[in-house]
C-alpha cells in the first residue's frame, strides 16, 4: 500500500500535468486566435482612421472652395450694386443737365430744380432746401430775390404766410447770384396752430421779364422722390 503523501500527491500531479496540457492545446489556441483578431482589427482602425483623415481633408477642401464661391458671390452683388448706382447716379445727372442745358425742351431761363422740406426736432420749425438752376445757353450770372409764401390755415380761418413771417427769425432775405445752378438751405418757423397746405416760391430778378413762380403741395415736399413732380404747372406772375 502507498504512503499516504503519494495518495495525496499523486492526484495532484495528475491534475497539474492535465491543466498543463489544457492550457497548452485548448486556450493557447484560443489565444492565439485571439490574438490574431485583435492585430485585424488594429489594422481595420487604422485603414478607418486613415479615411477618416482623408475624408476630413476632402471636407475642409470643400468647404474652402463653398466659402471662396460665397466670398466671389458676394463681390459680384457688391459690385453689380456699385455698377448699379453709378448708372442711377449717371442718369440723374444726365437728366438735370439736360433740363439745365433745355435739352427737354423747356426754354426757361430760370427754374426750381428741387425742392424738398425736412422736419425738425420743433414741430413748428422746418429746413427748406431747394435747387435753381439757369439754362446753360444763357451762360451768364443771374441774380435776384427769392420769395416765399405758405397757404393754410390758422383757428378755422384762411391765411397766407409771406417771406417776413416765415423768416421771422432770420435778419437775412434770400437772395440767389449763380451761373449754372445753386442749392439753397434755410430754416422756416411757422406759428401756433398754423396748418400748411401749400408752399409758393416766386423768383425776382432783373434779367427777367416775369417773375418765376412755383406752387406746392405742403405734405408732397416731405418726399424726397416727389420733389418738383407732383408740383402744379409753374403760373407766371407780373412784372415788378
Request: hydrophobic share 40%.
Given at each position: ?5 503519494q ?9 497539474i ?27 481595420d ?34 459690385s ?30 430760370l ?34 430775390h ?15 404766410l ?79
Amino acid at each position: 500500500m502507498l504512503p499516504k503523501w503519494q495518495l495525496i500527491a499523486l492526484p495532484a500531479v495528475i491534475l497539474i500535468f492535465g491543466a498543463f496540457f489544457y492550457l497548452r492545446y485548448f486556450v493557447a489556441g484560443e489565444l492565439i486566435e485571439t490574438r490574431s483578431l485583435l492585430q485585424t482589427l488594429q489594422q481595420d482602425l487604422r485603414i478607418t482612421l486613415e479615411q477618416l483623415e482623408e475624408e476630413k481633408a476632402r471636407a475642409t477642401l470643400a468647404e474652402r472652395e463653398v466659402d471662396v464661391v460665397r466670398r466671389a458671390n458676394g463681390l459680384l452683388r457688391q459690385s453689380e450694386r456699385q455698377r448699379q448706382d453709378e448708372i442711377a447716379g449717371l442718369q440723374a445727372d444726365l437728366a438735370f443737365y439736360r433740363r439745365l442745358g433745355g435739352a427737354s425742351g423747356s426754354q426757361a431761363p430760370l427754374a426750381v430744380h428741387y425742392l424738398e422740406l425736412q422736419k425738425t426736432r420743433s414741430p413748428r420749425v422746418f429746413q427748406i432746401i431747394f435747387t435753381l438752376t439757369q439754362n446753360l445757353r444763357w451762360a451768364t450770372i443771374i441774380s435776384g430775390h427769392i420769395e416765399l409764401g405758405v397757404d393754410g390755415i390758422e383757428n378755422g380761418v384762411a391765411r397766407y404766410l409771406t417771406e417776413k413771417q416765415l423768416l421771422a427769425d432770420s435778419s437775412e432775405s434770400l437772395r440767389f447770384e449763380f451761373k449754372y445752378f445753386q442749392q439753397i438751405e434755410r430754416l422756416i418757423t411757422l406759428p401756433e396752430n398754423f396748418a400748411a397746405n401749400r408752399l409758393t416760391i416766386r423768383l425776382r430778378s432783373g434779367s427777367l421779364k416775369k417773375p418765376v413762380e412755383q406752387s406746392m403741395k405742403w405734405q408732397s415736399l416731405f418726399n424726397q422722390d416727389a420733389a418738383t413732380s407732383d408740383s402744379d404747372t409753374p403760373d407766371s406772375a407780373s412784372d415788378d
